[in-house]
């Protein structure tokens, strides 16, 4: 009865989250705020330890030596490829990332750094500790990984022409199913959002810069 409760719940807020961001997008940050919420009131009433929801500081750095190749590849490679590949060969798909980032044009960088730090650990614990983590159990690793990615790909939705949003939602796929195996592997929310914050950092400074 409990685990099926946890998996109803895991089910409600999910859709609740993603359903309130796809059809009311100027409230997306407040439906974005809905599963940290539910985490860390789940976690108080049922006396759930940090650990449980992945954050283990403690062994960090085991964990991020465990997942350094991944860390390097997702922190410091794929998104400043990918934005000088979209520059050079695709500029109407870069074009599409700048319009659909959540920043404003000339946002300094102290705004902007502790902005970026504080929504990617909600978007972890969402897809890592919430879905990934409470779908494993039912649906086993690999397939709660895929669920994860893809919606996470969805709540990256922007429109605009159809063959852009698909490889923009399926490269933010890939990275999350990348995220997702570093995530299974040791249970580390800290690293996964290290890689993910780092990652983007670069990200941005070659898209600034292009």
């Known amino acids: 009865m409990k685990i099926n409760r946890i998996l109803f719940e895991t ?8 359903l309130g961001m796809l059809l009311i997008p100027s409230a997306k940050t407040l439906f974005a705020l809905v599963p940290v919420a539910y985490l860390l009131i789940e976690r108080h009433l049922r006396k759930r330890s940090w650990g449980e ?12 030596r465990a997942n350094w190749m991944l860390f ?20 109407s798909f870069l074009a599409h990332v700048q319009d659909r980032l959540p920043f404003e044009t000339g946002i300094s960088w102290g705004v902007l750094l502790p902005l970026l730090a504080f929504s990617l650990i909600g978007e972890e614990m969402t897809y890592r500790t919430l879905i990934q ?5 039912f649906i086993g ?15 990256h939705f922007a429109p605009g022409p ?25 249970n580390n929310l800290w690293v996964v959002w290290l890689a993910h914050l780092l990652g983007d950092i670069f990200g941005l400074l070659v898209l600034m810069s292009v």
């Open 11 to 18: 089910i409600a807020v999910t859709a609740i989250t993603l």
């Open 53 to 64: 929801l992945g954050f283990n500081l403690r062994t960090f750095w085991d964990d991020l």
């Open 72 to 91: 390097i590849l997702l922190g410091f490679v794929i998104q400043p490829l990918v934005a000088l590949w979209a520059k050079a060969y695709f500029p």
């Open 133 to 137: 983590g409470r779908l494993t159990p």
């Open 141 to 155: 690793i690999p397939a709660a990984i895929g669920v994860a990615s893809l919606l996470f790909g969805l709540a």
């Open 162 to 186: 159809g063959l852009i949003v698909l490889t923009d939602i399926g490269l933010i796929v890939v990275d999350s199913i990348l995220y997702g195996i570093m995530f299974a592997r040791r």
